[in-house]
C-alpha cells in the first residue's frame, strides 16, 4: 500500500471519528476537519473549518498557515498571502509560514518579496535547500544571474546529488555567457538523469556558443528522449547550417516548422531559399 494513499485512509478515519463522536465544535476539531479534507484535496471545505477554527481561536499561527495552503492550492494567493503574513506574526519563527509566503509571492510574480521571505526561511534554517532554489529562482526571473547562481550553488553544497539543481545553475551560467560552466553543469545533470531531454538541449546550445558542434549530438540526443521537441530540431538545424550542412539544417528546419515552432518560418526564408 502506498503511503500516501495509507495517509489518506488515515485521515478520512479521523473525519469519521471526529463526526460521530462528541469531539466537536471546538477549534480543535475545525483544524483536524480541515486537515483532514486537506489531505482529501477538498480544499474549499479545508478553508471553510480553518476560518471555523480562527473564528473560535484567532491566536494560533498553526490554523492560519494552514488556511493559507488550502487557498493557495485554489490559486487564491492574496488570501493565501495575508494568512501566511498573519501566521508569521503570531509566530515569527515558523519556517514553514516563510516558505509557503514566497511560494504565494512568486505566483504573483513579486520576485522581491518571494526572495525577502526565502530569506527570512535561510535565517531560521540554512540548510533548506528548497529555500536556495525557490530563492535562486526568484533572483533568476529578475534577471539576477549572479544571485542565482550563488543560490544554486549553496542548494548543491546541501544535495550534491540533485541534478535539478546542477540543471537551474547551468541555464543561470548560459544566461550570464558563462557557456563551460554551462557546459559543465549539464553534463553532471545527465550523470544523475541521463532521461533529462532539457539537459542535452541546454548543452547543446551551450556548445554551440562555442563553436563546439558536438552541440548536434546533443540536440539528436533530446529529439531521441522527445521525438517532437520543434526547440531541438530548430536549434540543430541552425548548428547544422553554421557548420557548413545546409541542406540537413533545413531539413531539421522545416522539421520544426511542420511541428508548429513559429520562428522556424523565418528562419527558413533567412537561411534555407
Not at 140 to 147: C, M, Q, T
Amino acid at each position: 500500500m502506498k503511503k500516501s494513499y495509507l495517509i489518506k485512509c488515515i485521515y478520512l478515519l479521523a473525519l469519521i471519528l471526529l463526526t460521530f463522536t462528541g469531539y466537536s465544535q471546538t477549534a480543535e476539531y475545525y483544524y483536524l476537519s480541515g486537515k483532514s479534507k486537506y489531505v482529501l484535496k477538498n480544499y474549499k471545505g479545508a478553508a471553510t473549518d480553518y476560518s471555523n477554527a480562527i473564528k473560535l481561536n484567532p491566536k494560533i499561527a498553526d490554523y492560519y498557515l494552514a488556511r493559507g495552503k488550502a487557498n493557495y492550492n485554489l490559486d487564491d494567493y492574496n488570501d493565501a498571502i495575508d494568512d501566511f503574513t498573519k501566521s508569521i506574526e503570531l509566530n515569527p519563527k515558523l519556517e514553514d509560514a516563510y516558505y509557503c509566503l514566497g511560494n504565494a509571492k512568486n505566483k504573483l510574480q513579486d520576485f522581491k518579496g518571494a526572495i525577502i521571505a526565502y530569506s527570512n526561511v535561510i535565517a531560521i534554517n540554512p540548510r533548506n535547500a528548497d529555500a536556495y532554489t525557490n530563492r535562486g529562482n526568484a533572483k533568476y526571473s529578475i534577471l539576477d544571474y549572479k544571485g542565482a547562481i550563488a543560490d544554486y550553488t549553496s542548494a548543491i553544497e546541501i544535495n550534491p546529488k540533485d541534478g535539478s539543481e546542477y540543471f537551474n545553475r547551468g541555464v543561470a551560467k548560459l544566461n550570464s555567457e558563462d557557456f563551460q560552466g554551462a557546459i559543465d553543469d549539464f553534463s553532471t545533470c545527465i550523470k544523475y538523469d541521463h532521461k533529462d531531454f532539457e539537459a542535452f538541449f541546454y548543452r547543446g546550445k551551450s556548445k554551440i556558443k562555442i563553436k563546439d558542434y558536438s552541440g548536434i549530438d546533443d540536440f539528436t540526443q533530446a529529439i531521441a528522449l522527445t521525438p517532437n521537441y520543434a526547440e531541438a530540431y530548430c536549434q540543430r538545424g541552425l548548428a547544422k547550417i553554421d557548420s557548413g550542412k545546409k541542406e540537413e539544417g533545413c531539413t531539421d528546419l522545416n522539421k520544426a516548422n511542420d511541428l508548429g515552432l513559429m520562428e522556424a518560418k523565418n528562419l527558413i526564408l533567412k537561411f534555407c531559399k
